[in-house]
C-alpha cells in the first residue's frame, strides 16, 4: 500500500506550495472515512511526512465513535504511519452535547458540527500539534479552500480589510462545507492543509480505489455524527431531554393542539406538527418560557432581517460600517444578497443586524449565518 503511493505521483491538490512540503511533518485528522484517509495518502503520495490522529468523542457507532477509530487504525497501518488517538470525550460531552442539549431546550435548533470544530476538533488537533513540537502542520478531509492573500487571482473589493489567509469554498459546490468552518482562526488557517478542497467527490472515491484504500467504498457517513451515533436527531433529543406537554397556537392566539416538548419542533418545520387546518401550518416560533409551539401559513415566515450574534471574521477584519455580502443561513441554502450593519453599543460593536435584500423563509435562531463574497468566505455567526 505504502509502495504504490510512494511511486505513483498526483497533481498537486493542496494549497501550500509544493516546495515547502519538504522534510515538513503534518498530522492528519482521520475520523474512518473515505475522506479523511484520502487526504492523507495524497499528503504521503506528495512528499509529507504523515502521521495519524484521531479525537475519540463518543462511544458506539459513527465515524466519530469507536468503529471510526478502528477504521483509522488499520488505515494507518496499511500506509505505514503512526497512529495517535486524543480521549476527548469529556470535552465534546461539555461543548457539542451539552450545549445542544441546551440550545433545544431554549427553543433554538443549534448547530453542532460548527460547535464541534470550533471548540473541539481544531483545537484539539492544534494543542496536540503544538505539544509534540514537531508537527508544522494539519489536515483534514474538509472540502473547502485556504488561500495567502497574495495568491488570490482576483480583483478583491475594496470594502474589506483582507487577513493574511483566505477560508474559500470547495470546488464542488455540492459537498462544499466552508459553512461549517467559518469558526476557524487566522492561526488554524496558517496551519491548515485541506488536500480535498480542489476534488469533487467522485473524484475522491476514484483516487481512494486508485490507492486501495480499504475505505474506498465504505458508505458515506451523516453530516452530523450525533444523528449517526444515535439513528436520528429526534433520538438524541428523547435521551437527553425530558417531555413537557405543552400547547401548540396558532399566530392569531387560537389553541390548535399539544406538543410533548418544544425540543421535537423547528422554525419552517411542515411534517410531524400533528394538527390539522384549512391551509398547510409551519412552526413559526418557539416560546420556550411558556412551553408554546406557534404556527402559521407559509406566507407568516417570511422575514428580512434578522440579528447575528458570536461572529467570527475567518477571512476579513471586522468592519466598522454596513458592508454587502451573501449571506447563507442553511448549510444546503443559496447564498443570498444582504446587507450587514454593526450594532455598536458604548463605541462598541456588539452584534450585527443582517437585512436581505429579499423575504426570506424560516430564518432560525440557533443556525449559522454565514457571509460570502463569491468563493471567499468572510465570517459567520449565530442567528439569535
Known sequence: MTKSIKEKKLENYSSINSKSKQQKKIV???SGGVDSSLSAALLIEEGWSVEGLTLWLMKGQGSCCSEGLIDAAGLCEDLGISHHIIDSRNLFAEKVIEKTTKGYEL??????????????????MLNWAKEQKVFTYIATGHYAQIKRIEDINKNLSKNYKYNDYLLLRGVDTNKDQSYFLYSLSQEVLSRLVLPLGKLKKEQTREEATRLGLRTAQKAESQDLCLVEHYGSMSNFIDHHIPEKNGQ????NGEVLGSHNGIQHYTVGQRKGIGISWREPLYVKKLDYKNNLVYVASIKDLLERKAIIKDLNWVSIQEPNEEIEVSAQIRYRSKPVKARLIPIKTDNSITNFQLI????????TPGQAAVFYQDEILLGGGIIT
Do not use: A, R, W, Y
Not at 401548540?248 to 399566530?251: E, F, L, N, T, V
Open 28 to 30: 492528519v485528522g482521520l
Open 107 to 124: 427553543g433554538i435548533t443549534p448547530l453542532p458540527c460548527s460547535m464541534c470544530n470550533k471548540n473541539v476538533k481544531f483545537e484539539e
Open 248 to 251: 401548540i397556537k396558532h399566530i
Open 356 to 363: 436581505f435584500n429579499d423575504d426570506q423563509s424560516s430564518i
